[in-house]
């Protein structure tokens, strides 16, 4: 009994940081010079992708970056750079769902 609850309390104690960590970060923003790069790598990597789950999954892991991003530049108030994050949202959304068709 005493070995069971060790082993629920090491997994509880592992497991609940993975899950509080699983929040994207905003990582470069529209406002950087760099970010670019950062869109184009992305762009290259969703390209050289040939499995339609996966091209799926790494749109909707990058959608996710760019939301946190909108919420990161709302906070600034950067209309500009807010539309620009909103507009690559809703292409890697649109991407994702089509990939998921397939």
Request: net charge neutral.
């Amino acid at each position: 009994m005493a070995r069971h609850f060790l082993i629920l309390a090491l997994v509880i104690i592992f497991a609940v940081p993975i899950l509080v960590s699983a929040a994207p970060s905003a990582g470069l923003k529209p406002t950087s010079f760099f970010y670019f790069f950062d869109t184009m790598a992305e762009s290259i990597n969703l390209f050289f992708t040939f499995n339609q789950e996966k091209k799926a999954e790494k749109a909707l892991a990058y959608a996710d970056e760019r939301l946190a991003e909108v919420e990161a530049l709302a906070e600034v108030q950067n209309p500009n750079a807010v539309k620009t994050a909103i507009a690559g949202y809703e292409k890697n959304i649109a991407l994702a769902a089509e990939a998921s068709k397939k």
